[in-house]
């Protein structure tokens, strides 16, 4: 059975940086090297909304709230997907969740303070 495992969240201040690391579990190497993997936020109060996603090419796409922050990065060989979060703001105060086609992590909570 296929498991993400989210961890890094954490309280920061605004302007502060984050690291976020996905960990696979349950597919193969070959399987998760092939494999788009996205990163999705739930603010309070909101919907959930596509923040990154790293295709199996290591091609990327970012929401434009997240562009010139946010940098999303695998190791194939580890099976780990990572968002860096720079310069963050208030509003990016959300749990941040990990997906691979219809498997999602736990989530890990990102709350800025102002």
């Known amino acids: 059975q296929v498991q993400l495992v989210e961890s890094g969240g954490g309280l920061v201040q605004t302007g502060g940086s984050l690291r976020l690391s996905c960990a696979a579990s349950?597919?193969?190497?070959?399987?998760?090297?092939?494999?788009?993997i996205g990163w999705f936020r739930r603010a309070p109060g909101k919907e959930r909304e596509m923040v990154a996603l790293?295709?199996?090419?290591?091609?990327?796409n970012y929401a434009d709230s997240v562009k010139g922050r946010f940098t999303v990065s695998r190791d194939n060989a580890k099976k780990n997907v990572y968002l860096q979060m720079n310069s963050l703001k208030p509003e990016d105060t959300a749990v941040y969740y990990c997906?691979?086609?219809?498997?999602w992590g736990q989530g890990t909570l990102v709350t800025v303070s102002s």
């Open positions: 790293i295709y199996s090419s290591g091609s990327t």
């Open positions: 349950g597919m193969g190497l070959r399987i998760f090297s092939g494999s788009d």
């Open positions: 997906n691979w086609g219809s498997v």
